[in-house]
């Protein structure tokens, strides 16, 4: 099997659930392989599909080190950020979801992770207004859409003013 061949089977074998077999082939891709980020990350996800997040940040930052296109950019910080979560790297992983939604904005997928790590915190307060403004902002049904602009109304009246000090 040729290596043009090889990432995409080891995208596969991933995706079916033979962790072991994925990692051997994308190991051996990086002896050869000039991109390396996309590589990193999809050992990355191997290691994390597979519940061993310790390994899955390592190669997430490793991935980040390098050359990555803009989705995989996104995904890699995603997965380091929520991967920071899953292993009790609160104060690390908030920084780097509040990054993450600076920089993209528009991915909603941020806010629910973003604000599962405030509950970490017992910030119930973030984690609140994150999941308001996600529902007033991404509507998940057309009986809540019908109400955006009343609730943003009435989510905007209930925050406390903000002082200028």
């Given amino acids: 099997m040729t290596d043009a061949h090889l990432l995409p089977y080891a995208i596969v074998l991933r995706k079916n659930k033979h962790y072991s077999e994925s990692r051997k082939r994308l190991f051996s891709l990086l002896t050869t392989a000039v991109d390396k980020g996309p590589i990193y990350l999809h050992i990355a996800w191997s290691y994390d ?74 910030d119930t307060t973030l984690a609140s207004r994150l999941l308001m403004e996600l529902v007033i902002t991404h509507p998940p049904t057309e009986a809540i859409t019908v109400y955006q602009s009343t609730l943003k109304g009435y989510w905007q009246h209930s925050l406390p003013e903000q002082s200028g000090d």
């Fill in 49 to 122: 599909n597979q519940g061993r997040e310790q390994q899955a940040l390592d190669f997430y930052q490793q991935a980040l080190g390098e050359t990555l296109c803009a989705e995989d950019e996104f995904e890699a910080a995603f997965g380091l950020a929520c991967t920071a979560r899953c292993l009790g790297k609160f104060t690390e992983a908030l920084q780097l979801f509040e990054r993450l939604l600076s920089h993209y904005p528009a991915r909603s997928e941020i806010i629910p992770f973003y604000a599962l790590c405030a509950l970490d915190i017992q």
